[in-house]
T-cell receptor, first 112, second 114 residues
Framework: ETGVTQTPRHLVMGMTNKKSLKCEQH?????MYWYKQSAKKPLELMFV???????ENNSVPSRFSPECPNSSHLFLHLHTLQPEDSALYLC???????????FGPGTRLTVT | AQSVTQPDIHITVSEGASLELRCNYS??????LFWYVQSPGQGLQLLLK????DTLVQGIKGFEAEFKRSQSSFNLRKPSVHWSDAAEYFC????????????WGAGTKLIIKP
């Protein structure tokens, strides 16, 4: 595998479910990101991890819980989501100290 | 406040015609500038970037962009578009070494007429 991979690619969940999104990067990068992409809105940065430490949390509701066990893996744990949380969730990575980010294909999440 | 503006939500171009997508930014220091492309159902792919040096940068897929400091612009160009270029294009600005955040434009959707 090369680049940034994300699983699952599609997810449908009810508001009472708990699920997790997974991201893995094979680029040797140290920083990883979660973004939310909704229709007709700019890309929203949710979380940033640098060397496994969370460096940014852009006022994301607590129903989204990130986890970064090592520099290659990033998870987004989801619980009691709302229909407005339906969106494309994108993972990205970069080398430390550089803004150039590489993206995975995203997980299309639908909350019913 | 820092911002990125892509004035065109949609642009329609005939196949084989030239293309220019506009990007203007508001940023206090010399920015790092990026163009990304997103095909339907896919993630974002880096087309090109400007960090310093020559203000005309070449990217993948035949794209180029020119940094004009006096106009705070970083417009994306391609001399002849192909149907496979139909996608959404995003301009982004970054601060560089000490800041991991990119400021994103809202995107421009490119439609190709046969």
């Amino acid at each position: 595998e090369t680049g940034v991979t994300q699983t699952p690619r599609h997810l449908v969940m009810g508001m009472t479910n708990k699920k997790s999104l997974k991201c893995e990067q094979h680029l040797g990068h140290n920083a990883m990101y979660w973004y939310k992409q909704s229709a007709k809105k700019p890309l929203e940065l949710m979380f940033v991890y640098n060397f496994k430490e969370q460096t940014e949390n852009n006022s994301v509701p607590s129903r989204f819980s990130p986890e970064c066990p090592n520099s290659s893996h990033l998870f987004l744990h989801l619980h009691t989501l709302q229909p407005e949380d339906s969106a494309l969730y994108l993972c990205a990575s970069s080398r430390e100290g550089q803004s150039e980010q590489y993206f995975g294909p995203g997980t299309r999440l639908t909350v019913t | 406040a820092q911002s990125v503006t892509q004035p065109d939500i949609h642009i329609t171009v005939s196949e084989g015609a030239s293309l220019e997508l506009r990007c203007n930014y508001s940023y206090g220091a010399t920015p790092y500038l990026f163009w990304y492309v997103q095909s339907p159902g896919q993630g974002l792919q880096l087309l090109l970037k400007y960090f310093s040096g020559d203000t005309l940068v070449q990217g993948i897929k035949g794209f180029e962009a020119e940094f004009k400091r006096s106009q705070s612009s970083f417009n994306l160009r391609k001399p002849s578009v192909h149907w496979s270029d139909a996608a959404e294009y995003f301009c982004a600005v970054g601060a560089g070494d000490s800041n991991y955040q990119l400021i994103w434009g809202a995107g421009t959707k490119l439609i190709i007429k046969p």
